[in-house]
Nanobody
């Protein structure tokens, strides 16, 4: 069994910063990609950023140059540093991870953490 626990959301003013964390725990053999998605009310869930175990990253165009994804492989944790936040960044943010266990490879999701950008 694998669990992903996300934290770090909150209310921030436009232009502010937040750092999200997501820690994976359980019977983990290895983790390939870890990522962050977000879903605003009435919209589909969308990719924000993803990082591989080797450190390769990919970002949505809307967050490039403002958000930075990183990970600590020893802690099975992924981070999302969000700077210059805009009201349109308001959403529930979800982490996920492609995890290898003794049962094979599967994608696991964490619970959402709410980010609200408002003055």
């Amino acid at each position: 069994q694998v669990q992903l626990v996300a934290s770090g959301g909150g209310l921030v003013q436009p232009g502010g910063s937040l750092r999200l964390s997501c820690a994976a725990s359980g019977s983990i053999f290895s983790i390939y990609a870890m990522g962050w998605y977000r879903q605003a009310p009435g919209k589909q869930r969308e990719l924000v950023a993803v990082i591989t175990s080797g450190g390769s990253t990919n970002y949505a165009d809307s967050v490039k140059d403002r958000f930075t994804i990183s990970r600590d492989n020893a802690k099975n944790t992924v981070y999302l540093q969000m700077n210059s936040l805009k009201p349109e960044d308001t959403a529930a943010y979800y982490c996920n991870a492609d995890v290898t266990t003794t049962l094979g490879v599967r994608t696991y999701w964490g619970q959402g953490t709410q980010v609200t950008v408002s003055s």
